[in-house]
């Protein structure tokens, strides 16, 4: 059970360059989350999915696309990288059992540059 | 929305200290507030959380308490040691629908030994 993994860990971009980001998760979690921190900003949500061939924007979507074509799958996408997005990027996921649990688990982030 | 509120942003204290982190929130609905440990270069990860009809809550040296009339809710730490030492997140949400949590902008916790 290897929980939520990103891929890649690391990736420096060039402006104007475009990547995919890949989470994926082996526990049949419902939900899945994209999120960006950014040094004294926390972590910002930039989509979200509540199921497969779902997704939703978050607090921050511009400049990015998602797709939830597979349960366990959560794909990040950016078309045109601009230095802004540098960030390091977390994936997480969350299956409810109402009045027991409700943690998001985290991936272990992707660490991104743009130039 | 929700707006979380988190103080301090950073708190440094000797080993065998106290630590307390404070959130509030602005949100009347929400009814679950997770706390969130991330140390240098890794994920955050879940070290408590308390639910709105409970007052407060223990784990070994950790514990949560939430008001909810004054919408705040705490993180204390006793007996510090220097592995404490982590960026600690709150967060706020309604566990109903989406399920979207607030996190606040976090407390930089360093345990001097």
């Known amino acids: 059970n290897a929980g939520v993994t990103q891929t890649p860990k690391f990736r420096v971009l060039k402006t104007g360059q475009s990547m995919t980001l890949l989470c994926a998760q082996d526990?049949?979690?419902?939900?899945m989350y994209w999120y960006r921190q950014d040094p004294g900003m926390g972590l910002r949500l930039i989509h979200y999915s509540v199921g497969e061939g779902t997704t939703a924007k978050g607090e921050v979507p511009d400049g990015y696309n998602v797709s939830r074509l597979k349960k366990q799958n959560f794909l990040l996408g950016l078309e045109s990288a601009a230095p802004s997005q540098t960030s390091v990027y977390f994936c997480a996921s969350r299956a409810p059992v109402r009045g027991i649990t409700d943690t998001q688990y985290f991936g272990p982030g992707t660490r991104l540059t743009v130039l | 929305g929700e707006n979380v509120e988190q103080h301090p942003s950073t708190l440094s204290v000797q080993e065998g200290d106290s630590a307390v982190i404070k959130c509030t929130y602005s949100d009347s609905a929400s009814n679950y507030f997770p706390w969130y440990k991330q140390e240098l270069g890794k994920r955050p990860q879940l070290i408590i959380d308390?639910?709105?009809?409970?007052g407060e809550k223990k784990d070994q040296r950790i514990a949560v308490t939430l008001n909810k009339t004054a919408k705040h809710f705490s993180l204390h730490i006793t007996e510090t040691q220097p592995e404490d030492s982590a960026v600690y997140f709150c967060a706020a949400s309604w566990t109903g629908g989406s399920y979207i949590p607030t996190f606040g902008r976090g407390t930089s916790l360093i345990v001097h030994p």
């Open positions: 308390i639910r709105s009809n409970v």
């Open positions: 526990m049949n979690h419902e939900y």
